[in-house]
């Protein structure tokens, strides 16, 4: 979207006025508001705290595979290679 077109077309229509506004007398106050969170809520909000202090790596497979590439003994499955490859060409498709 471009900006400067938005604001020549708000410039046209007048849409940047200025209002004043007063607080309108003999309106009683309400008092302070409150904010309740349901129970499904605070459990959410719990729960994306952990998730969001959690790795997002597993150091136990980075140690596996790390040793396994030192020792030489990893390998990979060709046929399991070109099986993601084709998997992951056909979702861009």
Same mark, same amino acid.
């Given at each position: ?25 003999? +309106? ?11 129970? &499904? ?5 719990? &729960?994306? &705290? ?16 790390? &040793?396994?590439? *030192?020792?030489?003994?990893?390998? +990979?499955?060709? *046929? ?14």
């Amino acid at each position: 979207m471009r900006i400067d077109a938005y604001n020549q077309i708000a410039q046209l229509y007048g849409v940047q006025k200025n209002y004043n506004t007063q607080k309108a007398k003999g +309106v009683a106050s309400m008092g302070s508001d409150q904010l309740s969170i349901s129970s &499904a809520g605070y459990s959410h909000q719990v &729960a994306k &705290a952990a998730v969001s202090e959690a790795s997002d790596v597993r150091e136990d497979k980075v140690a596996k595979l790390k &040793a396994q590439i *030192e020792a030489g003994t990893y390998s +990979v499955n060709p *046929e399991d290679f070109a099986a993601k490859l084709l998997e992951k060409y056909n979702a861009v498709l």
